[in-house]
């Protein structure tokens, strides 16, 4: 693991729009020549543009929560922000720059931009989990907030954030909506882009996220039978199976664990592999 990578991760004060691009960087190898065409000058001028349009819309409005409400419209229909949920997200809306331009981003890296432009334009943005989906909300003063999808730019109204502030657990009068903090941001992100490439079958850059995620949280389970899983597809079983082993041992309940505890216990590790 690059230490300083990992000293970036944990840093409160790196802006958390240049971490995804670290962490782009780190998992898809980027060389110096690709890395400016991929997130050079260009790529982030287009997102200064954005800014500069979305304030210059909202500078002569005096109403914070009408102020929102335009910046809004002005991202998600004059920007092109507005897009539908996919049952699945490629590779490539996870890359920060690319995906921006191309205006297929992921919903935990289209959250981040948005989150990044609304502060840009003067309120107080953040990113919150809203079951079962990460949302954007914007404190426009005092007395107002608006929670919205970031994929779809549909805001929620009170009564639908209560219904889904009811499937938490306990006592639904001390539920509050806490802002995520940047290392669950993070691992959302790395979570979501790991499936990803396990879909694609890119399994050595999907192992790169689960080095990452478990040098956050190195007790994980569930990341470490991900990475037993990712190791086994890439023949490299005998290591792959203390991870197997860990999780069998933590999730013992768990059904993928009863399975994988039965092809333990008949696997003959003498078998060689083939690297």
Same mark, same amino acid.
């Given at each position: 693991?690059?230490?300083?990578?990992?000293?970036? #991760?944990?840093?409160?004060?790196?802006?958390?729009?240049?971490? #995804?691009?670290?962490?782009?960087?780190?998992?898809?190898?980027?060389?110096?020549?690709?890395? *400016?065409?991929?997130?050079?000058?260009?790529?982030?001028?287009?997102?200064?543009?954005? !800014?500069?349009?979305?304030?210059?819309?909202?500078?002569?409005?005096?109403?914070?929560?009408?102020?929102?409400?335009?910046?809004?419209?002005?991202?998600?229909?004059?920007?092109?922000?507005?897009?539908?949920?996919?049952?699945?997200?490629?590779?490539?809306?996870?890359?920060?720059?690319?995906?921006?331009?191309?205006?297929?981003?992921?919903?935990?890296?289209?959250?981040?931009?948005?989150?990044? !432009?609304?502060?840009?334009?003067?309120?107080?943005?953040?990113?919150?989990?809203?079951?079962?989906?990460?949302?954007?909300?914007?404190?426009?003063?005092?007395?107002?907030?608006?929670?919205?999808?970031?994929?779809?730019?549909?805001?929620?109204?009170?009564?639908?954030?209560?219904?889904?502030?009811?499937?938490?657990?306990?006592?639904?009068?001390?539920?509050?909506?806490?802002?995520?903090?940047?290392?669950?941001?993070?691992?959302?992100?790395?979570?979501?882009?790991?499936?990803?490439?396990?879909?694609?079958?890119?399994?050595?850059?999907?192992?790169?996220?689960?080095?990452?995620?478990?040098?956050?949280?190195?007790?994980?389970?569930?990341?470490?039978?991900?990475?037993?899983?990712?190791?086994? *597809?890439?023949?490299?079983?005998?290591?792959?199976?203390?991870?197997?082993?860990?999780?069998?041992?933590?999730?013992?309940?768990?059904?993928?664990?009863?399975?994988?505890?039965?092809?333990?216990?008949?696997?003959?590790?003498?078998?060689?592999?083939?690297?």
């Amino acid at each position: 693991m690059n230490t300083l990578l990992l000293s970036e #991760l944990q840093s409160q004060e790196k802006d958390l729009l240049q971490t #995804l691009v670290l962490l782009e960087e780190y998992i898809f190898q980027v060389d110096k020549a690709d890395e *400016q065409v991929a997130n050079g000058e260009l790529s982030f001028n287009s997102l200064e543009t954005i !800014i500069e349009q979305c304030q210059a819309v909202i500078a002569e409005i005096e109403s914070p929560l009408e102020q929102a409400e335009i910046l809004l419209n002005e991202l998600f229909y004059q920007h092109l922000f507005i897009d539908n949920h996919k049952m699945y997200w490629p590779v490539k809306s996870f890359k920060i720059a690319s995906s921006l331009n191309q205006r297929l981003m992921s919903p935990i890296v289209k959250a981040t931009f948005v989150c990044e !432009i609304v502060n840009a334009c003067g309120f107080v943005a953040d990113l919150v989990f809203v079951p079962s989906k990460v949302m954007v909300r914007i404190n426009c003063d005092d007395k107002y907030a608006i929670i919205f999808d970031a994929v779809t730019g549909e805001s929620l109204n009170w009564h639908e954030l209560d219904l889904r502030l009811d499937d938490l657990d306990g006592d639904p009068s001390q539920h509050e909506l806490m802002d995520m903090n940047r290392q669950a941001i993070l691992v959302e992100y790395l979570s979501s882009l790991k499936s990803a490439l396990i879909r694609e079958q890119l399994f050595d850059k999907a192992l790169l996220c689960v080095d990452l995620l478990l040098s956050l949280n190195p007790d994980d389970p569930l990341q470490r039978r991900d990475r037993g899983f990712l190791l086994h *597809q890439l023949d490299c079983f005998k290591v792959a199976v203390d991870d197997y082993r860990y999780f069998v041992e933590q999730c013992p309940k768990d059904p993928a664990a009863q399975l994988l505890k039965i092809q333990l216990d008949n696997i003959t590790l003498s078998e060689p592999t083939f690297h």
